[in-house]
């Protein structure tokens, strides 16, 4: 018997129609996009004295809190931290340690082992005395705290709660490592 052999013919299908297909895909996702808007708002210091306009603007008075490390103190096991495996305490917290906060011309030191039921600095009421100037303001005027080397969050947090607290708005944080 002889063996019929079977011919094959090669396929090619047509690539117009997924061509086709792809390029409205495309087209409906580039008509649809959306670009996401900033959210908030972004402060830009440009220079006030150069342009166009004639109009004059009103300077905005500024606050710069600078928090600096007096005295380090000593870092301590907190014994109320304490488990089975670690009984002098996870975490440590500061002794004795004296923080500097300066608004302006004016300075005084914080003791961060001196907490109220709160859990917040005692001797912050220095802070408010020294903010109060600016209340009547305190939507338009821009609070900057600057941190220097080896002040820890919570002494900035202990700063930042009273500035939120006290109501102003517009509070930033200094990005330099500038030290005196």
Known sequence: ???????FEEVKPDMTPMIDVTFLLLIFFIVTLKFKTLEGRLDSNLPKDMGTSNATVEEIEKVDIVIQVANP???VPDPKTATTSKPQGRLDHYV?????????????NVRTDALNEDGLFTDLG????????????KDETPV????????VYGDVIGVLDVVIDM????????GTQAQD
């Open 1 to 7: 018997m002889a063996r019929v052999e079977k011919k």
């Open 73 to 75: 103190g000593q870092k």
């Open 96 to 108: 004795g340690r004296v923080v500097r906060v300066s608004v302006g011309t004016t300075s005084f």
């Open 126 to 137: 220095r802070l408010r005395t020294a903010l109060n100037p600016f209340l009547k303001t």
């Open 144 to 151: 900057t705290l600057d941190a220097r080397e080896g002040v």
């Open 167 to 174: 109501g102003f708005v517009k509070v930033s944080f200094a």
